[in-house]
């Protein structure tokens, strides 16, 4: 998961959020309200919270986890054979 600080007109925030919203390579977690930065009425920021989907290969339980357990995990989703 990564956390992201946006920064930007209101417009243009909501603009990313939602193009992030609509890519099937993302999930958009969370989203906090608008903030006011400090000096200045134009730009706002944001945090949200976005992580990669996990996509459904298709696969039997049982084939998983034997994928799995011949696997290294190093971080998050990363795999190394």
């Not at 417009?11 to 200045?40: C, H, M, Y």
């Not at 459904?56 to 995990?73: A, F, L, N, T, W």
Request: positive net charge; hydrophobic residues 30%; glycine residues 4%.
């Amino acid at each position: 998961m990564l956390k992201i600080r946006l920064q930007g007109t209101k417009n243009d925030i909501r603009w990313f959020v939602r193009l992030l919203q609509r890519d099937k390579r993302f999930e958009v977690n969370n989203v906090s309200t608008f903030f006011d930065n400090v000096g200045t009425d134009k730009y706002k920021r944001v945090y949200a919270e976005v992580s990669r989907k996990k996509k459904d290969s298709g696969k039997k339980p049982s084939d998983v986890m034997q994928v799995e357990e011949k696997c290294h995990y190093v971080g998050s989703d990363m795999v190394i054979r």
